[in-house]
C-alpha cells in the first residue's frame, strides 16, 4: 500500500530551538495538510496546499510555524523558536482531486519541546 | 462554519457488545462528505469511510456500520459484536463542497473505545 511519510518520528528539543519536520506524500496526490494533534484541542488543522500552491494557512502561528512544498515529492513545516507549547503530535495527511475515499494520513511526528 | 460534534468522550464495553460512536455535524453547504477515522494505540489514523450528502443509504462493512441522517445532521456509526482489537479513538470528520478540490477535514473531538475481554 502506498503511504504517507513522517520524519522524524520522535523529535525532543529545547525551548528555542528550530524544529523541521518533513513529509513525502503519496506518489500522484496533489492535496497536503498537516494537522496537530494534542488532548487539549485534538486535531487541529495548521495549513494546506494543492498542486504545491497554499491554500490555507488560518490555522499556524505565523510567527513562528511556517509551511512550504519545495516540490511534489516534500512538505516541510518549520517551527522557529520552538516554544513547550508547541509540544504535540503533528501529522501530514495526503490526497487527490476527487478521489473515492479519505485522506491518507503519515504516523505523526511527536514533538516534545522542553 | 461547520462543526463536528461527538459527544461521548469515552466508552467502555465489554467484548462481544454492540457499540454505537455518535457524531453530529453542522454546515451550509448543500454538499459535504462526511468520513470517520480510527485511531489506535499506535497512533496512525486510520481511513474507515466516507459518504457524500446525497447519500443516505446505510452502509455495512463486516461488524462496521454507519447511519447517516440528514435530518438530524447525525452519522453514527456501530460495531457489532465488539472485539478488543476495536479499542481506539474513532474520529468523526465533515469537509465542505470543496472536498473534491482539496477541501479540508474538520474532526471532532473523537470517542475512545475501550473494549475489555
Known amino acids: 500500500d502506498a503511504r504517507v511519510t513522517q520524519t522524524p518520528r520522535h523529535k525532543v528539543t529545547e525551548m528555542g530551538q528550530e524544529v523541521t519536520m518533513r513529509c513525502q506524500p503519496i506518489l500522484g496526490h496533489n492535496t497536503v495538510f498537516w494537522y496537530r494533534q494534542t488532548m487539549m484541542q485534538g486535531l487541529e488543522l495548521l495549513a494546506y496546499?494543492?498542486?504545491?500552491?497554499?491554500?490555507?494557512d488560518s490555522g499556524m502561528p505565523k510567527d513562528r510555524f511556517s509551511a512550504e512544498m519545495p516540490d511534489a515529492t516534500l512538505a516541510t513545516l518549520k517551527i522557529q523558536p520552538s516554544e513547550p507549547r508547541d509540544s504535540a503530535v503533528y501529522f501530514c495527511?495526503?490526497?487527490?482531486?476527487?478521489?473515492?475515499?479519505?485522506?491518507?494520513f503519515g504516523s505523526g511526528t511527536r514533538l516534545t519541546v522542553v | 462554519a461547520q462543526k463536528v460534534t461527538q459527544a461521548q468522550t469515552e466508552i467502555s464495553v465489554v467484548e462481544k457488545e454492540d457499540v454505537t460512536l455518535d457524531c453530529v455535524y453542522e454546515?451550509?453547504?448543500?454538499?459535504?462528505?462526511l468520513f470517520w477515522y480510527k485511531q489506535p494505540p499506535s497512533g496512525e489514523l486510520v481511513f474507515l469511510i466516507r459518504?457524500?450528502?446525497?447519500?443516505?443509504q446505510n452502509e455495512i462493512s463486516g461488524r462496521y456500520s454507519w447511519n447517516f441522517q440528514k435530518s438530524t445532521s447525525s452519522f453514527n456509526f456501530t460495531i457489532t459484536a465488539s472485539q478488543v482489537v476495536d479499542s481506539a479513538v474513532y474520529f468523526c470528520a465533515l469537509s465542505g463542497e470543496a472536498y473534491n478540490q482539496g477541501g479540508k477535514l474538520i474532526f471532532g473531538q473523537g470517542t475512545e473505545l475501550s473494549v475489555k475481554p
Open positions: 454546515t451550509r453547504d448543500t454538499t459535504y462528505y
Open positions: 496546499f494543492r498542486n504545491r500552491a497554499p491554500l490555507d
Open positions: 459518504r457524500n450528502s446525497f447519500d443516505e
Open positions: 495527511a495526503s490526497g487527490r482531486d476527487r478521489q473515492g475515499h479519505g485522506y491518507t
